[in-house]
């Protein structure tokens, strides 16, 4: 089969992988339909965090095509949504809804497991791990935001969350790349009055307002800290989401918490510190992490399928397996927010 191979750092290609097969009464195999480039992927693209050389990415929806003899639930022909982590369902970690951390669990793209950048994956603990899509003949916009559930559209869920947002708080959002904006848009739906989105960027501050965005701050550092604090009457605001990973977003995310909140922090750390006096002396949390997407996939899925939230509109750059090179390097280029890799249909 064909699927995108990582050669090291700005070096993707096309390449050949064998057809995966059941090997694994527990394993199901998928054709995958559609797949996205996520922002850890460019970490490993500009060689800023280690990656086997081998197949890649972990965001993609497809259709069942073979299950092992101990999978239930999961017939040929149904359409998936693949969180980013395969999880076993049944280890304490898992039983208390942190399937991210499943003692036999992985990503694909790593553990002996194909990317989802590709034709076919092999899906371990496929029964506790996929979840069905009911119905049939969903729009291509329904499909798109389907396949933001994977990955992305949980993560900015769980930003949300971690930061315990609550109706009626001022709450912002530090960083404008797809993860920032599913932010914006599990703030707003988890009945936030005022949103502010930090972005200096034309484009993705007109999505973050389509996503409930009520201001938007295109300052950074600390200029951005005075603006915020500025806009909340010198308070700070009442649930901060820290969506990029770097120290100035980290350190931004404190400032602007009042005291007492909490900071959702979901971006992957490179060069972080947390400011522990802050924490320490204003009573301030730090929450966050990788997201148990399995945990969140079936409530925000039906709020797709009923057209309350459509989280597709990230993904603004499309591209087939054979312009898979052009969706690292559009997203690398700050081009994009989000790739699609467009690979079957349904």
Not at 17 to 28: G, V
Not at 117 to 124: I, K, S
Not at 130 to 149: F, K
Request: net charge negative; hydrophobic share 45%.
């Amino acid at each position: 089969m064909r699927a995108a191979i990582y050669h090291g750092p700005h070096a993707i290609a096309l390449g050949e992988r064998p057809d995966p097969t059941i090997q694994l009464p527990t394993d199901a195999v998928v054709r995958v339909v559609l797949a996205c480039v996520c922002g850890s992927d460019l970490w490993y693209y500009r060689g800023e965090s280690p990656h086997e050389l081998g197949p890649i990415g972990h965001e993609f929806i497809g259709v069942v095509e073979e299950v092992g003899s101990d999978v239930r639930g999961l017939v040929r022909g149904d359409l998936v949504i693949a969180p980013f982590i395969f999880s076993d369902g049944t280890c304490a970690h898992c039983r208390a809804g942190w399937m991210p951390s499943c003692v036999a669990g992985g990503s694909f793209g790593n553990h002996g497991v194909d990317g989802g950048q590709g034709e076919a994956v092999r899906v371990p603990f496929a029964e506790t791990t996929l979840v069905a899509v009911p119905g049939s003949g969903h729009s291509d916009e329904t499909l798109r935001s389907l396949l933001t559930l994977s990955d992305v559209a949980c993560t900015g869920h769980h930003a949300a969350l971690s930061a315990n947002v609550q109706p009626g708080n001022t709450v912002a959002v530090v960083g404008d790349g797809a993860v920032g904006l599913s932010a914006v848009l599990a703030a707003a739906r988890l009945g936030a009055e005022r949103v502010i989105a930090l972005s200096r960027n034309p484009a993705r501050q007109a999505l973050a307002r389509a996503f409930g965005a009520t201001d938007v701050v295109p300052e950074r550092g600390e200029e951005a800290v005075a603006r915020v604090l500025e806009l909340t009457g010198g308070v700070g605001v009442d649930a901060a989401m820290e969506c990029v990973g770097t120290g100035q977003s980290m350190t931004t995310a404190f400032a602007i918490a009042r005291p007492g909140s909490i900071v959702g922090a979901v971006g992957a750390p490179h060069g972080v510190h947390v400011p522990i006096e802050r924490v320490i002396f204003s009573n301030i949390g730090l929450r966050g992490g990788v997201a148990p997407a399995r945990r969140y996939i079936p409530e925000l899925m039906a709020d797709v399928l009923e057209g309350r939230m459509n989280p597709g509109l990230v993904l603004d750059f499309e591209t087939d397996l054979e312009g898979v090179a052009s969706a690292y390097e559009a997203m690398d280029q700050r081009r994009a927010v989000k790739s699609l890799i467009r690979i079957g249909t349904v």
